[in-house]
């Protein structure tokens, strides 16, 4: 019964996490914490363990939507492997912080980080996009199948700081990321939408490959679980990086607007009142 649901989750977690760029950390971690404390399943499964599963797991959804983008062109190389040396960095330090937090603070910490996604993801589209990184940075181009033509880019240090701090995220909380990475991409960049998913997933696969080594390091990965969210997560990326070329995704981002937020609140009311 617990391989079905870890398997189930894992699926959602991918199609998800690829169809919109988040790696799918951010679907699976809040839903193992719920499981495991509502109903009691995965009583052996800590914080970090929990967080150890979702970074192998963000491998393979990044590995498997990357390749799916990668055919379509959507994934800028250069980028990908410049916010990767930020972010490598911010997801060893993220990890090793992790290990030095018990179930309240790491359910009101997460909590505070998912209401704060939740209200990104509300805001993005009404917030204005920033050209002062595109006007100071180095330009790319991109046309898409529309024959409609980007221009985006940003200054190298810019990109670092950001990246890093996305790091941290990721490695303390093992969410990929792109939960903030593509809305910011986005708005502060001016990427285009289907090239900041692509890149941003690139970017996933690339640091969960670091932070899955840390959190190796610390013991933090429960090898039995992974082998049922793997090939769930797998095949869940290839089925939402198929979705996002024929889908418009607005109504799935509402759907996770309203999820992320009654889950955070949801974890900030454990941490307040578990402690």
């Given at each position: 019964?617990?391989f079905v649901?870890?398997a189930?989750v894992?699926l959602l977690?991918?199609?998800?996490?690829?169809l919109?760029?988040?790696?799918?950390?951010?679907?699976?971690?809040?839903a193992?914490?719920?499981l495991g404390t509502?109903f009691t399943?995965?009583?052996?499964?800590?914080?970090?363990?929990?967080?150890?599963?979702?970074v192998?797991m963000?491998?393979?959804?990044?590995?498997?939507?990357?390749?799916?983008?990668?055919k379509?062109k959507?994934?800028?190389y250069r980028?990908g492997f410049?916010?990767?040396?930020g972010?490598?960095?911010?997801t060893i330090?993220?990890?090793?912080?992790?290990?030095?937090?018990?179930l309240?603070?790491?359910?009101l910490?997460f909590?505070?980080l998912l209401?704060?996604?939740?209200?990104l993801?509300?805001?993005?589209?009404?917030?204005?996009?920033?050209?002062w990184?595109?006007d100071n940075?180095k330009?790319y181009?991109?046309?898409?199948?529309?024959?409609?033509?980007?221009?985006?880019g940003?200054?190298?240090w810019?990109?670092?700081?950001?990246?890093?701090a996305v790091?941290?995220?990721?490695?303390l909380?093992?969410?990929?990321?792109?939960s903030?990475?593509v809305?910011?991409?986005?708005l502060l960049?001016?990427?285009?939408?289907?090239?900041?998913?692509g890149?941003?997933?690139?970017?996933?696969?690339l640091?969960?490959?670091?932070?899955?080594?840390?959190?190796?390091?610390?013991?933090?990965?429960?090898?039995?679980?992974?082998l049922a969210?793997?090939?769930g997560a797998?095949?869940?990326?290839?089925?939402?990086?198929?979705l996002?070329?024929?889908?418009?995704?607005?109504?799935?981002?509402?759907?996770?607007?309203?999820?992320?937020?009654?889950?955070?609140l949801r974890?900030?009311?454990?941490?307040?009142?578990s402690?």
């Open positions: 019964m617990e649901l870890i189930i894992g977690s991918g199609i998800v996490g690829a919109i760029g988040l790696g799918g950390g951010v679907i699976l971690v809040p193992m914490l719920f509502a399943f995965f009583p052996e499964l800590s914080p970090q363990k929990i967080v150890g599963l979702s192998i963000m491998i393979f959804t990044g590995l498997s939507s990357t390749l799916s983008y990668m379509v959507t994934v800028d980028s410049i916010f990767f040396a972010s490598a960095p911010g330090i993220g990890a090793f912080v992790n290990k030095g937090l018990d309240p603070s790491f359910n910490y909590g505070i209401v704060f996604l939740a209200v993801l509300l805001v993005r589209d009404r917030l204005k996009e920033v050209h990184f595109v940075g330009k181009h991109f046309k898409d199948s529309m024959n409609k033509e980007y221009v985006y940003y200054p190298i810019a990109a670092l700081v950001l990246t890093f790091g941290f995220a990721s490695g909380f093992g969410i990929g990321g792109g903030i990475m809305p910011a991409m986005i960049f001016l990427f285009p939408p289907h090239v900041a998913v890149t941003s997933m690139f970017m996933v696969f640091s969960a490959i670091v932070n899955s080594i840390t959190h190796f390091s610390l013991g933090n990965i429960p090898w039995i679980y992974t969210v793997v090939p797998y095949i869940g990326a290839k089925i939402g990086a198929g996002n070329k024929k889908l418009q995704s607005e109504t799935l981002v509402v759907i996770l607007r309203i999820a992320l937020l009654v889950l955070g974890s900030i009311y454990e941490g307040l009142f402690s």
